[in-house]
């Protein structure tokens, strides 16, 4: 009786977790749904695929494995073709915007190719994530319908605060610009989640998402800031004080008839000693034919 019960009740705390679970993925997912059916609005594909980072990942943005990262579990090489960053430290699969852009754009391609037959896209757009649906009987199109129809029909774009965005001239490293910019950097890659917890620098070229109670601080700063990063840069640059030495140079001498080690050393004014080290002779004996290498 006491192992039923706790059979019973391992049951309800698996279900109640996944079902919290579940819930959750659909809070970080609604935020973004009318943004991702916009999207697919634009480029004509069937609104259920909007259910596609809720049926791989659960819309975790962090996802990350061996095949794909983000939301989207999209792969290097098909995020890096569709306009994607991929750097040390900055990955922007974990952007939901930019990779719900790339992906819809990838989704597009591959309908257009499937000429809209929607398994085949479905099937080749998510090979690269390591799921048991992939290898289910049951079709991806049908599980993401499934999906739609147990979607709360409530859910609403929720708008996470303005935020300003800045292009960044030069590379900074994170902590100096957390510092002088007064933003803590967990905050920080909360705005930015293409940002991985690693990261020691932000690159140049990239955009960063400030929030506009920020903005002053970074504007009296990104002087200090680049200066800082040029002055950084010249620091690893370090100049020889004396000329390199050259490479040497050697002939290589054939051994004929006759030769003893010490001709050749008066030859070429050199040494016995140092024709037998650069050569590796042990002894002063010389064959015919064998080659010597006699150093400028």
């Not at 719900?100 to 809209?116: E, N, Q, S, T, V």
């Not at 050259?246 to 040494?271: F, K, N, W």
Request: aromatic share 10%; charged share 20%.
């Amino acid at each position: 009786m006491k192992q039923v019960r706790l059979a019973i009740f391992s049951i309800l705390v698996v279900f109640s977790t996944s079902l919290f679970a579940q819930n959750f993925a659909y809070d970080r997912w609604s935020s973004y749904r009318i943004y991702i059916e916009e999207l697919l609005k634009q480029h004509q594909l069937p609104l259920h695929y909007a259910y596609l980072p809720l049926l791989q990942t659960n819309c975790d943005t962090h996802h990350r494995n061996p095949y794909g990262s983000g939301a989207w579990a999209l792969s290097v090489a098909a995020a890096r073709h569709y306009g994607l960053h991929i750097l040390p430290g900055y990955d922007e699969r974990h952007d939901m915007k930019l990779s719900c852009k790339a992906a819809i754009a990838y989704l597009a391609d591959l309908y257009k190719h499937h000429h809209g037959d929607s398994d085949k896209v479905l099937a080749q757009f998510m090979q690269c994530t390591p799921k048991s649906v992939t290898a289910n009987e049951i079709s991806t199109d049908f599980l993401l319908r499934r999906l739609q129809e147990g979607c709360p029909a409530d859910m609403v774009h929720t708008d996470s605060g303005a935020t300003h965005t800045i292009t960044l001239e030069k590379s900074i490293y994170m902590q100096d610009f957390c510092r002088w910019v007064e933003i803590d950097s967990i905050a920080l890659m909360a705005y930015n989640p293409s940002i991985l917890p690693k990261a020691k620098y932000l690159h140049s070229t990239t955009q960063i998402h400030l929030p506009d109670t920020h903005i002053n601080q970074w504007e009296s700063a990104k002087d200090t800031l680049y200066a800082c990063a040029t002055e950084n840069k010249k620091s690893h640059v370090s100049i020889p004080t004396t000329p390199p030495k050259p490479e040497p140079t050697y002939i290589v001498y054939r051994v004929r008839s006759g030769d003893t080690l010490g001709h050749i050393a008066m030859r070429y004014h050199v040494t016995v000693s140092q024709l037998k080290r650069w050569n590796r002779l042990h002894s002063d004996m010389l064959q015919i034919d064998q080659r010597l290498k006699i150093y400028k």
